[in-house]
């Protein structure tokens, strides 16, 4: 989604290993349920699927199209099929608080909720919050989320927060939790590769088994994204993510994407930062309707 597709070779071995780390982290067993809207031809979603194969749990489809339409679509299932996890980009929890009617939330029994896992996308913690006053009621708690940072190079998931763990934030930014079973996570200079200390921000490079191979067909990519090395001989290889963040008490804290820097007078902005003040400035502007890119113009 940032860049021009590339496919990415994901053995059995990787997903076999994902699935192991998502049952331990979120205590899934086959006694679960799962329900999902999320797309199969997204990591989130196929990954889900594919826990509950592995586990023997019961796994409960809706479309994409079926949430947008009525979000309270997804928690009635949650609700009627009594599915201890569930999964979706932080902007599915913000719709739900604003669409979600009274007459829905009356009917609704959130308390078997155990693990609702936020990611894809920046999580905001006012968004968890505003979730939480609007469904406390329906017996949701705060520490149900579980935050969480992946990409389809690491097969799915890279940290997550445990279920029963109420998120932490810093700097007004999401704790993602911490690295899954055998993974590794360093904080890297990128233009240096020397590992960055404890709360320094710098790019999330990342090791463990299940770490896809590389890309399909595109040995240079490859090499340049998975086969990392730290200065010095310190340490190697990892995967690049090319996303940027921060480690707190072994809790990674994700900060942008460094495609995605905007840089105007010499400052770093990241575009989901202007995208929150500008759709925040005036009601005429639709919520996470909005993009923020840089444009060059007169050598500026």
């Given at each position: 989604?940032?860049?021009?597709p590339?496919?990415?070779?994901?053995?059995?071995?990787n997903?076999?290993?994902?699935?192991e780390?998502?049952?331990?982290?979120?205590?899934?067993?086959?006694?679960?349920?799962l329900?999902?809207?999320?797309p199969?031809?997204?990591?989130?979603?196929l990954?889900?699927?594919?826990?509950c194969l592995?586990?023997?749990?019961?796994?409960?489809?809706l479309?994409?199209?079926?949430?947008?339409q009525?979000?309270?679509?997804?928690?009635r299932?949650?609700?009627?099929?009594?599915?201890?996890c569930?999964?979706?980009?932080?902007?599915?929890?913000?719709?739900c608080?604003?669409?979600?009617?009274?007459?829905?939330?009356?009917?609704?029994?959130?308390?078997?909720?155990?693990a609702a896992?936020?990611?894809?996308e920046?999580v905001?913690?006012p968004?968890?919050e505003?979730?939480?006053?609007?469904?406390?009621?329906?017996?949701f708690?705060?520490e149900?989320?579980?935050?969480?940072?992946?990409?389809?190079?690491?097969t799915l998931g890279v940290?997550?927060?445990?279920?029963?763990?109420?998120?932490?934030?810093?700097r007004?930014i999401?704790?993602?939790?911490?690295?899954?079973?055998?993974?590794?996570?360093v904080?890297v200079?990128?233009?240096?590769?020397?590992?960055?200390?404890?709360?320094?921000?710098?790019?999330?490079?990342?090791?463990?088994?299940?770490v896809a191979?590389g890309?399909?067909n595109?040995?240079?990519?490859?090499?340049?994204?998975f086969r990392a090395?730290?200065?010095?001989g310190?340490?190697?290889p990892f995967?690049r993510?090319?996303d940027?963040?921060?480690?707190?008490?072994?809790?990674l804290?994700?900060?942008?994407?460094?495609?995605?820097?905007?840089i105007?007078?010499?400052?770093?902005?990241?575009?989901?930062?202007?995208?929150?003040?500008?759709?925040q400035?005036?009601?005429?502007?639709?919520p996470?309707?909005g993009?923020?890119?840089?444009v060059?113009?007169a050598?500026?």
């Amino acid at each position: 989604t940032t860049s021009q597709p590339k496919g990415v070779i994901v053995t059995h071995g990787n997903i076999l290993e994902q699935s192991e780390q998502l049952h331990l982290v979120w205590d899934f067993t086959a006694s679960d349920t799962l329900v999902t809207w999320l797309p199969h031809y997204h990591d989130m979603g196929l990954i889900g699927t594919l826990a509950c194969l592995y586990q023997g749990a019961r796994c409960v489809t809706l479309s994409p199209l079926a949430f947008y339409q009525n979000p309270g679509r997804w928690l009635r299932a949650i609700s009627d099929y009594r599915a201890s996890c569930s999964a979706a980009p932080n902007s599915a929890y913000e719709m739900c608080v604003r669409r979600v009617t009274d007459q829905e939330l009356a009917t609704l029994d959130l308390s078997c909720w155990k693990a609702a896992i936020n990611g894809a996308e920046p999580v905001r913690y006012p968004t968890l919050e505003r979730f939480v006053e609007r469904f406390a009621r329906c017996g949701f708690r705060l520490e149900s989320f579980c935050p969480a940072y992946g990409l389809a190079e690491a097969t799915l998931g890279v940290a997550t927060s445990g279920a029963g763990v109420a998120p932490v934030h810093d700097r007004s930014i999401t704790g993602c939790g911490y690295p899954l079973r055998d993974q590794e996570i360093v904080i890297v200079d990128p233009e240096t590769r020397a590992a960055r200390p404890e709360g320094e921000v710098g790019e999330i490079w990342v090791s463990g088994p299940n770490v896809a191979q590389g890309y399909w067909n595109r040995p240079d990519e490859t090499q340049a994204t998975f086969r990392a090395c730290l200065a010095n001989g310190a340490g190697g290889p990892f995967m690049r993510t090319g996303d940027v963040g921060f480690l707190k008490d072994g809790e990674l804290f994700v900060t942008g994407r460094m495609k995605d820097l905007i840089i105007v007078g010499g400052r770093n902005h990241y575009p989901q930062d202007i995208e929150l003040t500008v759709e925040q400035c005036h009601p005429a502007l639709r919520p996470f309707s909005g993009a923020a890119f840089a444009v060059d113009e007169a050598d500026q």
